[in-house]
């Protein structure tokens, strides 16, 4: 059954500073695709980055990385040089397969708190 | 652009009252989602539709029914309103593909209140 698990509930970073989120996730199809979502405290939901499973390079978008690894099913967002505007709550979600019949579920956030 | 539109943002009933939340895509999507975001949770599934004409249960289906009305809406609705109930609401559409990342886009969420 597919599953998504972020354990980390919350997550304090000094600005400036990289952090990692982590986000592991089971499957059984061979084809998937993986999505991080940024929900910050005014309630709307940001797509960040999308890393797909046969993509063999990490996907980057902007200060946003996804480390996949694939054999661990792990698919870990990192943000560098983190700044005030990260803190928000972000999600790791999974669409198993490539066709439009496919669900996306979700994992439970990590509520990222950046210090000035 | 208009992108995902819900409605209503608010609403408060009572238990056992029925509701229907509505979703209109402009974006010409296939696929159509509702999600329940209970405070300090993730995101839970419960129904979606992957054309129109087809819909299917997700995490969470117990209690609610859906209609893919068209291509463009998505409804959902509680036929007898419980507190557990509670929650907000999201809408979101997407449009897989080899040639897409699939990803979601969402509407600004509907927050219900049942007492």
């Known amino acids: 059954a597919q599953k998504i698990t972020q354990t980390q509930p919350g997550m304090f970073v000094q600005e400036k500073e990289a952090v990692t989120l982590d986000c592991t996730y089971d499957?059984?199809?061979?084809?998937?695709?993986l999505f991080w979502y940024k929900q910050p405290s005014s309630g709307e939901m940001i797509f960040l980055i999308y890393?797909?499973?046969?993509?063999?390079q990490n996907a980057t978008e902007g200060r946003y990385s996804l480390n996949f690894q694939k054999a661990r099913k792990s698919a870990n967002l990192v943000i560098s040089a983190s700044q005030l505007g990260d803190s928000a709550m972000y999600f790791c979600?999974?669409?198993?397969?490539?066709?439009?019949?496919?669900?996306?579920?979700f994992g439970s956030g990590t509520r990222l708190s950046i210090r000035p | 652009n208009a992108g995902v539109t819900q409605t209503p943002k608010f609403q408060v009933l009572k238990t056992g009252q029925s509701m229907t939340l509505q979703c209109a895509q402009d974006?010409?999507?296939?696929?159509m989602y509702w999600y329940r975001q209970d405070p300090g949770m993730g995101l839970r599934l419960i129904y979606y539709?992957?054309?129109?004409?087809?819909?299917d249960k997700g995490e969470v289906p117990n209690g609610y029914n859906v209609s893919r009305l068209n291509k463009r809406e998505f409804s959902l609705r509680l036929e007898s309103a419980a507190p557990s109930q509670t929650s907000v609401y999201f809408c979101?559409?997407?449009?897989?593909?080899?040639?897409?990342?699939?990803?979601?886009?969402f509407g600004e969420g509907s927050r219900l209140t049942v007492l």
């Open positions: 979101a559409s997407s449009e897989e593909g080899l040639a897409e990342s699939g990803e979601l886009f």
């Open positions: 499957t059984s199809d061979q084809s998937y695709g």
């Open positions: 890393q797909g499973s046969y993509d063999e």
């Open positions: 979600a999974m669409r198993e397969g490539y066709s439009s019949a496919s669900k996306i579920i």
């Open positions: 974006m010409n999507h296939n696929s």
């Open positions: 539709s992957a054309s129109e004409g087809t819909t």
